[in-house]
């Protein structure tokens, strides 16, 4: 159902739908509806007068019917309505009113236009209509009549079920997301404070420079992060503030490269990438005495992104077990991010050698 659900979000988006649209794909639905209740309910030995007219009769309760119950009377359910059962009754009861009225004018038009004087069948219970009005209500027609219009009206009820379980699965899955990265950015935000502090206590002179960095940083998480796109050259500016934050506090044996190639442009999630950096720092560091190297590739080919990031163990990271394993709550998230917002069209790799991690990202910019 959820396949559906997504694949009817392709033709008819929940948000930025204009009017004119909207109105477009109901008189499409509705063109199509009338077609295929031309060709069950018609009858080829009546003429096409007596099959226009019982065409149009179904399809005009239909709607009325549809509108009614999705626009009208559901709502009435849905929210707090002390009256809703009287004024359910009352629009029920405008309902079945509506049905016997319009069968009543069809039957009328369809022999005062003798509409039937060509067939040679037999008509004679719908002459019964036409000679007493009541006798619709008399004969019990109007119960399968009922029944004849919901299950002829059952396509449109159908669409608008999955667009409203579309909806359900569209708002469920933001929740999520918006969950995550509330969850990602006080993660972030008490790694770099953690990193001012540590210059901070050892009264290093960079330390101005690191609180301008970490402003830039912090306009971004506090503002632009929020935003369900940004910019890849924003993205790509705010890592670069990130990766220099982190050198300004590390080892002058950490050497860390980071290159950009190709035409930046497009969009991406915010913060979608910082955690693999921030984890390529956290696995790197550890031991003062070692060569450590953090490589970072950002590279864009057409409307792809391919990020890499390669990164030496330390020998803490080695030789604790707790350690090895690569990531936390950060890299959890980010999965269930990239799953979420990139489903089936995205690849990550993540390679936990013997003295390095290895992470390959691939994804569609928006």
Same mark, same amino acid.
């Given at each position: 159902?959820?396949?559906?659900?997504?694949?009817?979000?392709?033709?008819?988006?929940?948000?930025?739908?204009?009017?004119?649209?909207r109105i477009l794909l109901h008189c499409i639905f509705w063109?199509?509806?009338?077609?295929?209740?031309?060709?069950?309910?018609?009858?080829?030995?009546?003429?096409?007068?007596?099959?226009?007219?019982?065409?149009?009769?179904?399809?005009?309760?239909?709607?009325?019917y549809f509108y009614t119950i999705t626009y009208i009377i559901v709502p009435l359910w849905s929210n707090y309505n002390k009256y809703k059962y009287i004024t359910t009754t009352l629009y029920i009861s405008a309902l079945i009113l509506s049905l016997s009225i319009l069968f009543y004018i069809r039957a009328q038009f369809i022999f005062d236009n003798d509409l039937l004087k060509d067939t040679k069948l037999d008509f004679r219970y719908l002459k019964r209509f036409y000679n007493d009005y009541a006798y619709f209500f008399n004969s019990g027609y109007f119960i399968s009549g009922i029944l004849e219009i919901f299950l002829t009206a059952l396509p449109a009820f159908f669409i608008?079920?999955?667009?409203?379980?579309?909806?359900?699965?569209?708002?469920k899955k933001q929740v999520e997301i918006d969950y995550l990265r509330s969850q990602i950015n006080p993660h972030f935000l008490t790694n770099t404070l953690n990193n001012i502090y540590s210059l901070s206590v050892t009264d290093d002179k960079r330390n101005s420079d690191a609180i301008l960095s970490l402003s830039s940083l912090l306009d971004y998480v506090l503002y632009e992060s929020n935003r369900p796109t940004i910019s890849l050259e924003k993205e790509v500016?705010?890592?670069?503030? %990130?990766?220099?934050?982190?050198?300004?506090?590390?080892? !002058? #044996? &950490?050497?860390?490269? @980071?290159?950009?190639?190709?035409?930046?442009?497009?969009?991406?999630p915010p913060m979608i990438l910082v955690t693999f950096v921030e984890n390529a720092f956290k696995h790197c560091i550890g031991d003062l005495y070692s060569n450590s190297f953090i490589k970072i590739l950002l590279k864009v080919d057409d409307d792809k992104l391919y990020f890499e990031v390669e990164n030496s163990k330390s020998n803490l990271t080695i030789n604790n077990n707790q350690r090895k394993t %690569?990531?936390?709550?950060?890299?959890?998230?980010?999965? !269930? #991010? &990239?799953?979420?917002? @990139?489903?089936?069209?995205?690849?990550?790799?993540?390679?936990?050698?013997?003295n390095q991690f290895i992470i390959k990202l691939q994804l569609g910019l928006i």
């Open positions: 159902m959820e396949n559906i659900a997504k694949l009817f979000l392709k033709i008819y988006p929940l948000e930025r739908v204009s009017v004119k649209r063109g199509v509806m009338f077609v295929g209740l031309w060709h069950t309910f018609g009858n080829s030995l009546a003429g096409i007068g007596y099959n226009f007219i019982t065409a149009s009769y179904l399809l005009i309760l239909n709607i009325i608008k079920l999955t667009r409203s379980l579309a909806k359900s699965f569209s708002e500016n705010f890592l670069s503030n %990130f990766i220099e934050l982190e050198k300004m506090r590390n080892t !002058k #044996r &950490l050497q860390v490269n @980071f290159e950009v190639e190709g035409d930046i442009h497009g969009n991406i %690569f990531g936390g709550i950060g890299l959890t998230n980010v999965k !269930k #991010r &990239l799953t979420n917002l @990139f489903p089936n069209t995205h690849s990550l790799q993540i390679e936990n050698q013997e």
